[in-house]
């Protein structure tokens, strides 16, 4: 009887042990559910990219709009205010050869109009006084930045470079005779406007044909023509 009893108490070698099973089935569920955590992760930082990627469309639509819109490049514009002559003497000789003697000033009051919201930074530019399609003179119109909205106002002289205006004496009698002298001034504005940190160029053309009366010294006729670039 004590045999028996002995070889009922002695286990399977083929049996799991009591609470096997239970450990295994726990380690494998602890797994899946490590691979089903990493999965969410990857779902989340996708999802965050997409989101972030339509914030910045969006954003970048908003600007554009605002930037054709609100912000829109507009023309600048270089107005002649004013054309007189500072200082006019002319004489004639006719013998022994003709010839003509000329000092001729203008003083030239212009102002350049910015619309823009926003500044206009404009480079070193120039205006010209030109005759019978020559440049007999020139100033210098030096660098400077107009504020949104702002209209500036600048005092220029043009002298007449006798040498080139004596070039060619004969048209230059032939228009003293008549009684008048025809001039053109030529004003160019170049610069850039800022916008969203793009710059875009601009440059203003201001053309003014004169007509100068020999017998009065003063300006009798002045037509101007206004241009711009983008």
Not at 7 to 22: H, V
Not at 62 to 75: A, E, N, P, R, S
Not at 83 to 92: G, H, R
């Amino acid at each position: 009887m004590d045999v028996e009893s002995s070889s009922k108490q002695k286990q399977d070698p083929t049996q799991a042990p009591p609470g096997g099973m239970s450990r295994m089935r726990n380690t494998s569920t602890s797994y899946r559910g490590g691979g089903g955590g990493g999965g969410g992760s990857h779902r989340r930082c996708r999802n965050i990219c997409v989101v972030s990627a339509i914030v910045l469309i969006v954003i970048v639509i908003v600007l554009v709009i605002v930037g054709v819109t609100v912000f829109k490049v507009k023309h600048p514009v270089t107005t002649i205010d004013s054309v007189s002559l500072q200082d006019f003497q002319i004489s004639v000789a006719v013998l022994p050869t003709i010839s003509v003697k000329l000092n001729l000033t203008l003083a030239t009051q212009v102002s350049i109009s910015n619309p823009n919201k926003l500044g206009f930074k404009y480079t070193n530019s120039s205006a010209y006084l030109d005759y019978g399609g020559d440049t007999v003179g020139q100033a210098t119109i030096p660098a400077g930045t107009i504020s949104a909205g702002q209209t500036l106002p600048m005092n220029l002289t043009l002298t007449v470079m006798a040498d080139r205006l004596l070039s060619n004496v004969s048209e230059l009698f032939s228009d003293v005779t008549k009684g008048t002298l025809p001039l053109t001034t030529y004003t160019r504005i170049s610069g850039n406007v800022t916008i969203l940190f793009v710059k875009i160029h601009v440059v203003s053309y201001t053309t003014c044909n004169l007509l100068i009366s020999v017998a009065d010294r003063n300006i009798s006729s002045n037509d101007c023509t206004y241009k711009t670039k983008l």
